[in-house]
């Protein structure tokens, strides 16, 4: 689905991503994991198209994003959906209005049409009815999952997740992560989760792939990814089930 070939991006004279080659497969749900500065959001802004590579490819679908104009770059995004950091919704739309914005926006369905695929999203990820609430009146629990609604509404074959738990409890973040896992049932989409959790990273993922220092040091099964030998690896899931500890505590 997704074909990462030798990418590199500099950002005045600073080599943030170096030499990353991996191949996300279809269908598959692959975490990227590393720490703050690793680069794994720089990778992910490459994946979506809104920064260009210094150097490398990035495919998609068989398309290569670098070769394509801005109009085909946005009918090749038709087929991703974004689920962002701190959700992005617009505060001053209802919650329909926000699952409903892209397909006003880039389709011919008729408003019927529409509020069939919004009511149908919304009762997916779990809050049937809440059209017309106000992003303001919702938990941050709640704002993620109208956010997941939004970016699957054009039912996308691929669907991008930045630091889905961000923000959230446990207990929350337990729930996002169940489903984080239904969507890619439910949907059959290739779905890259970046997530500095790897608690998350380990109950979502097929495969892990971690970027420090902005190289790709590792990208495994799950069960292999936790026996690496790699100092980096160990050293990084060590503090991360520490720090999942000490939040649950």
Excluded at 3 to 22: N, Y
Excluded at 213 to 235: M, P, Y
């Amino acid at each position: 689905m997704i074909k990462i070939k030798d990418l590199c991006k500099s950002f005045g004279g600073r080599q943030v991503l170096k030499h990353i080659s991996l191949d996300i497969r279809a269908g598959e749900t692959l975490a990227i994991i590393g720490g703050s500065g690793s680069g794994k959001s720089t990778l992910l802004k490459l994946l979506i198209g809104l920064e260009k590579p210094t150097s490398g490819e990035i495919c998609l679908m068989g398309q290569s994003m670098s070769e394509l104009k801005e109009r085909e770059l946005d009918k090749l995004r038709m087929n991703m959906g974004m689920v962002f950091q701190y959700s992005a919704l617009f505060d001053s739309m209802t919650v329909g209005d926000n699952v409903a914005f892209g397909l006003r926006e880039h389709t011919d369905f008729s408003e019927e049409q529409i509020q069939r695929i919004v009511a149908e999203k919304l009762a997916q990820v779990g809050l049937p009815g809440i059209e017309k609430a106000m992003p303001g009146e919702l938990s941050g629990g709640m704002k993620k999952r109208v956010g997941l609604a939004r970016a699957i509404a054009f039912d996308p074959k691929v669907i991008f997740y930045d630091e889905p738990s961000s923000g959230l409890d446990p207990i929350m973040t337990a729930k996002i992560d169940e489903l984080i896992i239904e969507t890619q049932k439910k949907q059959q989409a290739t779905s890259v989760v970046v997530t500095h959790d790897m608690v998350s990273a380990c109950m979502i993922a097929d495969r892990i792939a971690m970027i420090y220092e902005g190289e790709l040091i590792a990208a495994d099964t799950v069960e292999n990814f936790r026996k690496s030998e790699d100092a980096r690896v160990q050293s990084f899931l060590q503090r991360m089930y520490i720090g999942r500890e000490k939040t649950t505590v």
